[in-house]
Every structure is written in structure tokens, then in C-alpha cells.
């Protein structure tokens, strides 16, 4: 995992358009690339490090009974499509925003805006995904979402997502029929590390080579538990299981948040 070993683009990180954070202090000298030992443990060092980070996170997330989704794909698999169709059916019924991860500009942000979300943006310069200390971060600076979701869209990118908890309920993998079906088998580690595949572009499968069924057996193969929606942002298709999907888990959440306040409400009349 090579940003696991170099730990690239820390030192660029901007979260937000304003209050922006730089990681100065997290710059390393360089290293010998023929020392391996030291690389295990640099890349040990980062991922022990993000771990402690994503903890955090998680359980901020619960307290809130917030839903969070860590989005992951590809560049132009249709994240950001995606999120704004989705925002368009929820917004207004749950508390609800999205953090953009990307390496430069803030245009999808931007598009998350139009569709009348609360966005956030991280910037990750040459970075090629999004960490749980930035997420950490971008939530300070995001408003109460108790009881809403939290959509992150990660950097596109098959790889390097993969290795990065966040703290999130549920890691969401896009795959889009323009990419060829046996993406699954080339790049395992993003399939077996996610809960959902959505399929996206399918109102482009007459036009491509593109076979459903290998590409969902290819997925089981890697993951077996896998569930997989296939939909298209453009025209809607299939939109609705993906809501629904949202909603169900939401309220999973909401239903745990609540089990645990009246566990601890029993515990403390029995102090009484
Ligand atoms: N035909 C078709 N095009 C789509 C669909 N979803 C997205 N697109 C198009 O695919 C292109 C990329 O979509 P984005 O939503 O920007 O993809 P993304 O995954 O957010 O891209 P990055 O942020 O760069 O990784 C755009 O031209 C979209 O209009 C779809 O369901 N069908
Ligand atoms: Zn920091
Ligand atoms: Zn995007």
C-alpha cells in the first residue's frame, strides 16, 4: 500500500474552504526504500495511527445516532451524481451532509450545494484518499446532524481508500458499467472491505460490454456477503432500493442509539 508507506499529501491537507488546516507537523524525512523493516513499520505506524483516529470518529458517530456511509469508487464512477440524486429524495425529511474528499478543486462540493446539502470540502493535494484525522476535522466544523446521515465521498481511486477506516457504519463500493465487469477481481481489497456494491451507469448497458451477473459473482467471490443495488444517477432507475437502503440503516442506527440510552437508564435507576 504505497500512501500507507509515504504517507503522501499530509503535509497539503485543507479541510474546508476556509479555516483551512495544514499538517506541517506531520512531514517525515525521506526514507531509504531499501530498508524494509523500517517501511513495515512506518506503514504500521500510519495505519495504528489512523485506527485510533477512526475510533474516535465511530464512536462520535453513535453518540449522534448519525449514519455514516464512506463512499468509494473510481474516479467518474458517479459519486458525486449519485449523492445529488440522493440528496434531491432526501433533503428536507432527515438531517443530512456530505464530506468531499478530493485532490484539488472543490467542484463537486460545489454540485452537493446546488442540490441544497450541507458540503464540506478536503482537499487532499496529492494525497489519494481521505483519513480519519481529516474526518475528525471536518467534523468540528460541521453543524448537529443528530439522527441524519453523513455521506463521505472519498478520493476515486480502487486502491488506497481501501486501507483507511474512517468510522463509518458502512463502506459503499461504485462500480459503473464503463469499467469493465471484473473490476472486483482486480482490485479485491476495496470489494471485500465494503457492505453495499452499487452498479451504477446501467442506462448505458446496451452500449457496452458490460456483464451483470459475472460482475456480481466476481464481487461474492471476494466478498460473499456483499449486497449489491444496481441503479443509474441519471435517470433514476433503481434509485429508490438505494434509498431505501439509506433509510433501513438509518433507523437501524436510531434503534441502537436508543437500546443503549434506556440500557443506561436502567443501569442508573438501579443506583438510585
Ligand atoms: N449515463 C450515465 N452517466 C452518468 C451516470 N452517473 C454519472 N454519470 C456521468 O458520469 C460522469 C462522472 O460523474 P461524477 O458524478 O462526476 O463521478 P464521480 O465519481 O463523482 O467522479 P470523481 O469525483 O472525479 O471521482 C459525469 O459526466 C456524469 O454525468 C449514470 O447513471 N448514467
Ligand atoms: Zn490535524
Ligand atoms: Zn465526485
Given at each position: 500500500m504505497m500512501c500507507g508507506v509515504c504517507g503522501c499529501g499530509k503535509d497539503e491537507v485543507q479541510v474546508g474552504s476556509t479555516n483551512g488546516h495544514r499538517h506541517d507537523e506531520h512531514q517525515h524525512k525521506p526514507h531509504q526504500m531499501d530498508d524494509t523493516r523500517r517501511l513495515v513499520q512506518i506503514e504500521q505506524d500510519i495505519l495504528s495511527e489512523n485506527a485510533g483516529y477512526a475510533v474516535a470518529n465511530r464512536e462520535l458517530f453513535e453518540q449522534q445516532a448519525l449514519l455514516a456511509l464512506n463512499l468509494v469508487s473510481?474516479?467518474?464512477?458517479g459519486k458525486t451524481s449519485l449523492l445529488t440524486a440522493t440528496i434531491t429524495r432526501l433533503s428536507g425529511q432527515v438531517p443530512l451532509a456530505v464530506i468531499e474528499g478530493d485532490q484539488q478543486t472543490s467542484r463537486d462540493a460545489e454540485r452537493i450545494r446546488a442540490a441544497s446539502a450541507t458540503a464540506l470540502q478536503i482537499n487532499?493535494?496529492?494525497?489519494?484518499h481521505l483519513d480519519a484525522h481529516m474526518i475528525g476535522h471536518a467534523m468540528q466544523q460541521l453543524p448537529n446532524l443528530q439522527g441524519g446521515l453523513l455521506f463521505i465521498e472519498n478520493?476515486?481511486?480502487?486502491?488506497?481508500?481501501?486501507?483507511?477506516?474512517?468510522?463509518?457504519?458502512h463502506r459503499v463500493v461504485i462500480l459503473s458499467v464503463?469499467?469493465?465487469?471484473?473490476k472486483p477481481l482486480k482490485y479485491p481489497d476495496i470489494f471485500h472491505h465494503s457492505d453495499l456494491l452499487l452498479i451504477n451507469k446501467i442506462d448505458l448497458l446496451p452500449y457496452v460490454e458490460f456483464d451483470l451477473n459475472a460482475c456480481i459473482d466476481y464481487a461474492r467471490r471476494i466478498n460473499p456477503d456483499i449486497e449489491v443495488i444496481q441503479l443509474s444517477a441519471r435517470t433514476g432507475e433503481g434509485m429508490e432500493s438505494w434509498v431505501d437502503w439509506v433509510n433501513q440503516r438509518r433507523q437501524q442506527r436510531l434503534q441502537q442509539r436508543i437500546s443503549a440510552l434506556q440500557a443506561e437508564a436502567i443501569r442508573l435507576e438501579s443506583l438510585l
Open positions: 473510481s474516479p467518474g464512477s487532499t493535494g496529492k494525497g489519494c478520493v476515486g481511486n480502487l486502491v488506497c481508500p481501501a486501507g483507511f477506516y474512517l468510522g463509518e457504519a464503463t469499467e469493465g465487469d471484473d
